[in-house]
């Protein structure tokens, strides 16, 4: 996915860590909560579990948000996030 592409800027989304994972750390080695785009709306952590929406290019790092998806399967969340 080019830089044009990406739904948060390049530099933001390289920042950004699951605060869930980053509270367990102990749990996830060195760089716990690193964070992976799901239908360009999206932000999920594979340590936590947690799904995040970006919603009008913000993302809601939330963890009451986060796990509210936690269930949903990737395929099922939907484009565009709802709004809360």
Same mark, same amino acid.
């Given at each position: 996915?080019?830089?044009?592409? $990406? *739904?948060?800027?390049?530099? $933001? #989304?390289?920042? +950004? ?6 509270? =367990?750390? !102990?749990? #996830?080695?060195? !760089?716990?909560?690193? +964070? ?5 709306? /999206? $932000?999920?952590?594979? !340590?936590?579990? +947690?799904?995040?929406?970006?919603? =009008?290019?913000?993302?809601?790092? $939330? ?5 509210? /998806? ?5 395929? !099922? +969340?939907?484009? *565009?996030?709802?709004? =809360?």
């Amino acid at each position: 996915m080019s830089d044009s592409e $990406l *739904p948060i800027s390049k530099e $933001l #989304f390289e920042i +950004l860590r699951c605060p869930q994972a980053v509270q =367990e750390k !102990d749990k #996830f080695g060195d !760089d716990p909560g690193r +964070l992976r785009i799901v239908k360009n709306s /999206w $932000l999920v952590s594979d !340590d936590s579990g +947690l799904k995040y929406p970006i919603r =009008e290019g913000i993302p809601v790092m $939330l963890i009451e948000e986060g796990e509210k /998806w936690k269930g949903t399967a990737e395929t !099922d +969340l939907p484009v *565009p996030p709802p709004a =809360e």
